[in-house]
């Protein structure tokens, strides 16, 4: 993430403007901090000085201590423990239950975005932006770039709450060949961005887990340009693996740790559109819907 990206973030507390001080290296941000000047300090804080959210080796840290808690802090704890272990088990351990190879099933989560139609009308000033909410290891990533249309200039955002999934992001991006990623360390329920920022925004499995699901889909929706497709994967068993009994052991095993085990449509925003959910395999789901103008 370069200096001139700043201008693209937001305070995640009052969506205030962001300004870097500290060091860059070979043109990225590397040790310091993003200043919001418009919001007061911790409560503990209280020393005059600017809000601060620290960046460590590049990466911003948009999470305080105390944001994650309760059911989420254990669920945070998982992925922080089984970081290493986590593509190896959605890649071959995950498809003895779901009679699902991952590539099936994450293409059909990122079908319904509609990468293909970015290539009508592009803007001219700017590069395209998908927003990947619980980016993770970066496991997404392939099924995006299969589904760019050539030519079309595009950046990629990730945010993730667990710092050992975003680890394993990063050396993905080691040999990473395709459009630019920008990762930061953030909160679902309170996204660091400016509204409709993002002309196609991405989550796949996190928020049947989520403290509000609520609050974390008004995110997205607030982020996302009117009328952009808002696509959300996670776990919700089909009725046919329902009647097996190992798939439906199984799935309940998996989703221990799930608040819910089904599409959140309660929680869509209101005003929202086109929503759809269908079931792109035994065990989960892909929600997608719009936000009109003046939603």
Known sequence: MTPQHVAL???????????????????????????????????????GQPRAWAVQNGLPHFIEPGDVRGFEALVHLVYELFAPFHDFGVRYCLPLLTFASEEETRERFVAPIGLEDLARNPPADRPLRILDVGIGGGGNLPYLARHLPAGVDVEIWGVDFSRGMLAQCERRLRTWAGSPVYLMLGDAHALPFPAASFDR???????????????????????????????????????????????????????????????????????????????????????????????
């Open 9 to 47: 973030l937001r305070c995640p507390r009052c969506q205030g403007p962001l300004e870097y001080v500290g060091t860059t290296a070979r043109g990225h941000l590397h040790a310091g901090n993003l200043l919001c000047r418009t919001c007061p300090p911790p409560a503990a804080e209280e020393t």
């Open 201 to 295: 925004v991405l989550h796949v499995g996190g928020i049947n887990a989520y403290s509000d699901p609520a609050r974390a889909l008004a995110e997205m929706a607030r982020v996302a340009r009117p009328g952009t497709p808002i696509v959300v994967g996670d776990e919700q068993l089909d009725e046919v693996a329902a009647r097996n009994w190992y798939q439906c052991l199984t799935f309940h095993w998996i989703t221990a740790l799930d608040g819910t085990r089904r599409a959140p449509v309660e929680h869509i925003p209101r005003g929202a559109t086109d929503l759809r959910v269908t079931q792109v395999s035994s065990f989960y789901y892909a929600m997608s819907f719009r936000m009109p103008d003046g939603a």
